[in-house]
């Protein structure tokens, strides 16, 4: 893990012609850094917190380590620049932090970053200045995931998830849980301290039932959390079905434009194309795949590679059928690979009349979760009842909203595993098993459910998790 109390630096904004650049440099050295580089009215030590200062960003005197060649002699002007000075710890990473807004574009952000790495400051890694956020206990572990969400949110229903968990609605429920499982683990633990007698002591009802409620109030946090994932993450569905059923017609009707190309031959698709629609707050990748059979080349053939491809990894699909015609052997094979999937099975060309029945979709499918809609993709007959069954695929009916849900694997993981030792602790409580036993589930459970808010995390996990970050955040 890397040192806390150094000076880091870096461009917070993203590369490429824009207004503004932002350069960040937080740590106990940052204001003298910024001062190194920074020529105004007066100096940014004696300026006070949360003020800005308009001046210029000259290269520094101190002869540093990185320069860019040919080294710029000290008090050339690199930029025009405004310094916002936050000191500690009313700042981001609760120290001191100078962030040069500078000119938009590659090159007067890139030159000040230098100049601060050349005057000592030390490139950040990617989400050090939110890991120290974190380590400086502004943001839990759960609220620092936020910011990274919050910036690769795709739809307002990811920002607005987002924001929440930045906010500290899922904080918040956590902790009222943890809580909770620590009262009873205290109550657990008072009485085998108390007992007489090794082993045998009685578990009062007041304990089990706290113990029921903690696991409905995860049951009912992990409730929404299939939805609030897909929110976070999106999902990819691919479409695919034997040649000419009107996959892509279909594809370019969801999607809202003549993307792939539709035509009345039979291994008119032969790439993959895909495009991301926006349905119930969850950004939906279609793709649109070569039809499923015997390739008649080598172009198709690899379209249908990459069509089999889609299936095995999509974690849901849309089958595309033809309904004017009778299920083809082809039509049957493809449902023996949807291996249990999601499906939504979309009886397409319904305008030309029913060969199949409703049953005979059913039948082949044994059991397994899909949903049946016809639609007609050239007549957009069937299409509000197909975006409702995306919907419903991606979990958004009955999901009890998004302001603290569990929308991160990692969440999901650990509050399952915390059901499992609370579980385990119940049981051990109803046979009377000794009451260090049911401590033990309890404080097991405790563990897990703290992984979420970062209580007890180590460093491996942090490290894992702040290098998804972009750097400078
Ligand atoms: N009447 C009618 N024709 C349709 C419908 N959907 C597609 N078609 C027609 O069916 C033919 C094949 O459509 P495509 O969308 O190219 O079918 P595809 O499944 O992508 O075919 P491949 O790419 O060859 O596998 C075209 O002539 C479409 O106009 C529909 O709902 N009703
Ligand atoms: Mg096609």
């Excluded at 004696?46 to 005197?61: C, N, Y």
């Excluded at 569990?406 to 579980?423: E, K, Q, S």
């Excluded at 049981?427 to 309890?442: C, D, Q, Y």
Aim: charged share 20%; glycine share 10%; with cysteine.
């Amino acid at each position: 893990m890397h040192p806390l109390d150094d000076d880091i630096a870096a461009i917070a904004t993203a590369p490429g012609a824009a207004g503004l650049a932002v350069v960040r440099v937080s740590g106990r050295g940052a204001i003298a850094l910024a001062d190194a580089v920074f020529r105004g009215r007066r100096p940014l030590g004696a300026a006070g917190s949360h003020t800005l200062h308009h001046g210029r960003a000259v290269w520094p005197e101190t002869p540093g380590a990185a320069a860019p060649m040919p080294r710029p002699a000290p008090g050339t002007p690199l930029d025009e620049v405004v310094a916002a000075v936050f000191r500690a710890p009313r700042s981001y990473t609760r120290q001191d932090v100078v962030e040069f807004s500078c000119h938009g574009g590659r090159l007067p952000a890139d030159r000040v970053l230098s100049a601060l790495l050349a005057a000592g400051a030390r490139l950040a890694a990617p989400g050090e200045f939110t890991l120290r956020a974190f380590l400086g206990g502004r943001l839990d572990l759960a609220q620092a995931e936020a910011v990274a969400d919050l910036i690769h949110a795709e739809t307002d229903a990811a920002r607005s998830l987002a924001l929440a968990q930045l906010g500290g609605a899922l904080s918040s429920r956590i902790e009222a849980l943890a809580e909770r499982i620590a009262d009873a683990a205290a109550e657990v633990e008072a009485r085998v301290d108390f007992a007489e007698d090794v082993g045998g002591i009685e578990v009062p009802v007041s304990v089990t039932a706290a113990i029921a409620g903690a696991d409905a109030d995860l049951a009912a946090l992990l409730e929404g959390a299939a939805y609030a994932r897909a929110v976070r993450e999106g999902v990819r569905v691919p479409l695919i079905g034997r040649p000419n059923v009107g996959k892509s017609s279909l594809f370019n009707a969801l999607v809202g434009e003549e993307r792939a190309i539709v035509t009345p031959e039979p291994g008119t698709t032969r790439d993959r194309v895909s495009e991301a629609v926006e349905i119930a707050g969850v950004r939906v990748t279609l793709s649109d795949t070569a039809g499923l059979r015997e390739a008649s080349g080598p172009i198709e053939a690899i379209g249908i590679a990459r069509a089999r491809e889609a299936l095995d990894h999509g974690v849901a699909v849309l089958w595309v059928v033809d309904r004017s015609e009778p299920l083809a052997v082809e039509d049957r094979a493809i449902a023996a690979r949807l291996a249990g999937k999601p499906a939504i099975v979309a009886l397409n060309k319904s305008d030309l009349g029913a060969a199949i029945a409703a049953g005979e979709i059913d039948a082949l499918f044994d059991g397994a979760p899909h949903r049946v809609v016809a639609v007609s993709a050239t007549g957009g007959a069937g299409l509000p009842a197909l975006r409702a069954a995306l919907a419903e695929l991606v979990g958004a009916d009955g999901a009890p909203g998004l302001a603290g849900a569990v929308g991160n694997p990692r969440h999901a993981d650990a509050l399952g595993r915390a059901r499992t030792a609370l579980a385990r602790a119940l049981a051990a409580a109803r046979v009377s098993a000794p009451g260090e036993i049911v401590a033990l589930e309890l404080r097991e459970a405790l563990g897990a459910v703290g992984e979420v808010t970062g209580r007890a995390v180590g460093e491996d996990l942090l490290e894992r998790i702040f290098s998804r970050f972009c750097v400078g955040k």
